[in-house]
């Protein structure tokens, strides 16, 4: 495994995270890859993670910009970059449960689809109706809107997964 490898997550999302329940060995492991990594690459790993993690954040507000990769992005770098910015973001209250049940399979919420697709509509109703004057650009706006949600509404558990 090379010095930059992220920790094993297998070990790190499984029951609900919390600091008790990462595995202190694959922390420890993480904290000493970084400890290995220059003082730049972790800045430039560290940078990655908090533009991934705005990019996150401002995609729940906007309903075409996507919110799960950039939050898994952030992640990653931030699993490469810093152990306390890593723990931080898998546990955070907001995003943390958002991101573990993402990469233990699980799909996205019922709760974050109906607000994703509540959003959508709102934000291209109103686009549609008081800032767009093109029929064509009304047209291919609807269009994307309903691939869109037809995306968010069929995003489901991994094959194979079956609920604890």
């Known amino acids: 495994m090379d010095k930059a490898s992220p920790p094993n997550l297998d070990k790190v999302v499984g029951a609900p995270l919390t600091l008790d329940t990462m595995d202190q060995r694959d922390l420890d492991a993480q904290e000493a890859r970084c400890r290995n990594m220059s003082r730049g690459a972790r800045a430039l790993w560290a940078s990655a993670g908090t533009i991934s993690l705005a990019l996150g954040m401002i995609g729940i507000a906007v309903p075409l910009l996507p919110t799960t990769p950039f939050l898994l992005i952030a992640a990653a770098c931030y699993a490469r970059s810093s152990p306390r910015m890593y723990r ?55 269009a994307v809107a309903v691939l869109v949600t037809f995306h968010i509404a069929t995003v489901g558990p991994r094959k194979g997964y079956t609920p604890r």
């Open 88 to 142: 931080w973001i898998m546990c955070n209250r907001v995003v943390g449960s958002y991101i573990q049940g993402y990469m233990e399979g699980k799909g996205v919420p019922w709760r974050a689809k109906a607000v994703s697709i509540t959003l959508l509509w709102a934000v291209i109703g109103v686009s549609v109706t008081f800032f767009v004057d093109s029929s064509t650009v009304r047209i291919v706006m609807l």
